[in-house]
């Protein structure tokens, strides 16, 4: 991929969205799968992200959100049409982004949308106490060698978790504005996630044509875990399928006609 992360090559765009505290690493692999396959590509790197994790006190959802929409101009400018995906906080925003712009499609990965109420109730507590929240175990990847690769961060400020949950609070009032396509896959064993916010967002979102996909062997990190060929099937499917400029079927020229032999 480009250092600018943006590809140009065919008139059907994807802007793919990592999660929090997360890089562009999470979609590196199926970016290239994308761009081999003609599609001009994008991923942003949020703010406060890729950088260090105190970078994460100087931004909020607001920021993180208008980045994306500002990824999201850009690729317009170029494409006919643009789908969005996201995974985990990226997934959230995605939605966002679906509620107040014509995206042609959505891939929801490891999506977030509602967090336990002692969760959310419990950072607004613990950020007076302490700043940081560490992992335990890194990121939540079945597949450990490519832990390393993702290059998240291993703490993380209780701010910007706040941050997150507020994103979440304010998404999910919108989800019956999305009405876009769009294709849901969560693992049953995300540690992140809980497995019901795609029952979640499946039955509140206004979209007619939705499709939920259980996957059975991955963790959280959908993209780069021991089912991620699977992920990248569907998810090419899912964009070709909905895709009006691949859909169009090409033209075919005229016969000559043929002279009259006298």
């Not at 994460?56 to 607001?62: D, E, G, K, P």
């Not at 891939?107 to 002692?118: E, G, M, Q, R």
């Not at 029952?199 to 007619?208: L, P």
Request: charged content about 25%.
């Amino acid at each position: 991929m480009p250092s600018n992360n943006f590809h140009k090559k065919g008139p059907v765009g994807c802007l793919l969205l990592h999660g929090f505290t997360g890089t562009p690493n999470e979609w590196l692999d199926l970016g290239e799968v994308l761009i081999k396959q003609n599609f001009t590509v994008s991923i942003p790197t949020l703010p406060g992200h890729a950088t260090h994790s105190a970078d994460l006190f100087n931004y909020t959802w607001r920021d993180w959100f208008n980045c994306v929409k500002e990824a999201y101009e850009e690729l317009n400018e170029v494409c006919e049409e643009v789908f969005v995906c996201g995974i985990s906080m990226g997934a959230t925003l995605a939605l966002n982004l679906a509620a107040h712009q014509p995206v042609q499609g959505i891939v929801a990965l490891s999506t977030a949308i509602k967090f336990p109420t002692w969760q959310t109730s419990a950072i607004k507590i613990l950020k007076r106490i302490k700043k940081y929240r560490y992992k335990r175990n890194g990121e939540d990847v079945r597949d450990t060698s490519m832990k390393p690769k993702l290059a998240s961060y291993q703490k993380y400020p209780l701010y910007a978790a706040e941050q997150f949950f507020q994103l979440l609070d304010h998404v999910r009032g919108d989800l019956p504005e999305v009405t876009q396509p769009i294709l849901i896959m969560h693992a049953k064993n995300d540690h992140s996630v809980a497995f019901s916010n795609s029952t979640i967002i499946f039955d509140e979102i206004g979209s007619t044509e939705k499709w939920k996909i259980d996957l059975e062997e991955s963790y959280h990190i959908v993209t780069v875990d021991v089912e991620q060929e699977l992920v990248k099937q569907e998810m090419l499917n899912f964009i070709k399928t909905h895709s009006k400029i691949l859909q169009r079927k090409p033209v075919k020229a005229a016969k000559p006609a043929k002279k009259k032999v006298r």
